[in-house]
T-cell receptor, first 112, second 115 residues
Framework: AQSVSQHNHHVILSEAASLELGCNYS??????LFWYVQYPGQHLQLLLK??????LVKGIKGFEAEFIKSKFSFNLRKPSVQWSDTAEYFC??????????FGKGTKLSVKP | GAGVSQSPSNKVTEKGKDVELRCDPI?????LYWYRQSLGQGLEFLIY????????KSGLPSDRFSAERTGGSVSTLTIQRTQQEDSAVYLC?????????????FGPGTRLTVT
């Protein structure tokens, strides 16, 4: 069965610091990969997605992720975080029925 | 346009009671998904509907859980004889098509507390 691992449970950064959140998935075939974000009190929103093509994917709000097939990884990055990036971030892989299989999430706290 | 809506936003129930949670997907979206978000378990897939086809129930944790989707639109998730471990946020999502390339749009969730 497919699974997703997010290595960091809680990350605390100061504004302007660079961010990298780790994500590894288990499935070795063709994968659809996603990062979702949940801001405090809000519902899940899509940040970015990868299906095929350029392994460096750019999303909203300056986020990007790199698909490295050999490492089964899809890490999320942002060069300079803002206080407004404080949220919980979820990595997910697309299941066989189009459902999403999520990692346990990483809470990001950005100190102003 | 309207997004995915869910009701109620919060539900407190006593152990052993039945509860119904409702999801209104985005109009025209054929695929509908239920997930559960709980502390320590993260986000778990529960059940999936594609149009009027029989649902994929592979993620349901027990036979106390059931769901239906009427007319290919509104969906109801029913939990019978609730247990304390059922306490969680239940999320509904819809997408235009079930293929993985279509974005899933999530509702705000229903927070269920079983006392």
């Amino acid at each position: 069965a497919q699974s997703v691992s997010q290595h960091n449970h809680h990350v605390i950064l100061s504004e302007a610091a660079s961010l990298e959140l780790g994500c590894n998935y288990s499935y070795g075939g063709t994968v659809n990969l996603f990062w979702y974000v949940q801001y405090p009190g809000q519902h899940l929103q899509l940040l970015l997605k990868y299906f095929s093509g350029d392994p460096l994917v750019k999303g909203i709000k300056g986020f990007e992720a790199e698909f490295i097939k050999s490492k089964f990884s899809f890490n999320l990055r942002k060069p300079s975080v803002q206080w407004s990036d404080t949220a919980e971030y979820f990595c997910a892989v697309g299941g066989s029925q189009g459902n999403l299989i999520f990692g346990k999430g990483t809470k990001l706290s950005v100190k102003p | 346009g309207a997004g995915v809506s869910q009701s109620p936003s919060n539900k407190v129930t006593e152990k052993g009671k039945d509860v119904e949670l409702r999801c209104d997907p985005i109009s025209g979206h054929t695929a509908l998904y239920w997930y559960r978000q709980s502390l320590g378990q993260g986000l778990e897939f529960l059940i999936y509907f594609q149009g009027n086809s029989a649902p994929d129930k592979s993620g349901l944790p027990s036979d106390r859980f059931s769901a239906e989707r009427t007319g290919g639109s509104v969906s109801t998730l029913t939990i019978q004889r609730t247990q304390q471990e059922d306490s969680a946020v239940y999320l509904c999502a819809s997408s235009l098509r079930p293929e993985g390339s279509y974005e899933q749009y999530f509702g705000p969730g229903t927070r269920l507390t079983v006392t």
